[in-house]
């Protein structure tokens, strides 16, 4: 839990606060930006306005019970039972696409999401195991599927496996100890399904793996944007390789989609595959020039 003895000094005066426990993850700034805020000194999450009206209120509620940290806190107690039951939430504008929330430190609070699918819904990287949450991914039809992008975003993969059944999906190179059920090699695209392809991306880890769904691009920690919502990849936090980064950013301008979902950072979505296709060429004009 959150303690107010811990409180960020950067915290307007309210209800609702940040502990020097956050990690940066963002994810309470995707939920509810309109009271949270990245402080630059700190380089954390803070509340900068408090939550005014019912569903500012609600979407600061979902923040925290989102929080892997528990870093988000109240003065006093509130009921935050409706707004877990809001997980896993629909996403605006993208038909069948689900945000988990439920963040997991084992993941260092990386995203997941859930695409339903009249074959069998799918699991993009782990959320934290929760029971309500998988009671909600019951109702709608449970997880026949886990695809696993990378090897630092499995959080509780095991769980959920043993309470769906659910295949997990993942790159040999990556898979290390965690005996997936299906193994992807080489770095050529694989269909997965007629509407699924898992389009190796090298990099970050030697196993990264993006999946396309439709005109969505799950990327893992391969790709993501930027609070300023400019796509963006970083040498920073890249494990394995940035020359292989580097070349599996422009393969991906040879795709077609419109909508971003990361395993860490922000969402992307754009009006057409043309404009992503020129937001990609943008970044990797950005990062190789030369190339």
């Not at 993009?124 to 029971?131: E, F, G, K, L, V």
Request: hydrophobic fraction near 45%; include cysteine; charged fraction near 25%.
């Amino acid at each position: 839990m959150a303690r107010i003895a811990e409180r960020l000094a950067a915290n307007v005066p309210g209800e609702f606060y940040v502990d020097a426990t956050c990690i940066d993850c963002a994810a309470c700034r995707v939920i509810a930006p309109a009271s949270f805020v990245r402080d630059d000194r700190s380089g954390q999450s803070v509340v900068a306005h408090q939550p005014a009206g019912e569903i500012e209120r609600e979407r600061a509620a979902m923040a925290l019970v989102a929080c892997p940290t528990a870093s988000i806190g109240t003065l006093h107690k509130i009921d935050a039972r409706a707004a877990a039951r809001r997980f896993p939430e629909p996403v605006a504008g993208v038909d069948d696409v689900f945000y988990c929330g439920f963040h997991s430190p084992d993941s260092y609070g990386a995203f997941s999401w859930l695409v339903r699918r009249a074959d069998g819904n799918l699991l993009i990287d782990s959320p934290r195991a929760n029971r309500g949450l998988m009671a909600r991914l019951d109702e709608l039809g449970g997880v026949t599927k886990m695809f696993l992008t990378h090897r630092d975003d499995v959080a509780d993969h095991e769980r959920f496996h043993a309470r769906f059944g659910c295949a997990r999906i993942m790159h040999r190179r990556d898979a290390g100890r965690l005996h997936p059920e299906q193994l992807l090699d080489g770095d050529d695209p694989v269909a997965l399904a007629p509407d699924l392809l898992a389009i190796p991306v090298p990099g970050h880890t030697a196993g990264s793996t993006a999946l396309l769904f439709r005109d969505v691009l799950f990327t893992g920690d391969h790709l993501w944007a930027d609070e300023h919502g400019r796509l963006e990849a970083e040498r920073s936090v890249c494990w394995w390789s940035w020359d292989a980064q580097l070349a599996s950013l422009k393969k991906l301008t040879q795709l077609e989609f419109r909508h971003l979902f990361p395993g860490h950072g922000r969402p992307l979505s754009v009006p057409s595959a043309a404009a992503m296709r020129a937001e990609l060429r943008s970044l990797v004009d950005r990062l190789a020039p030369d190339a």
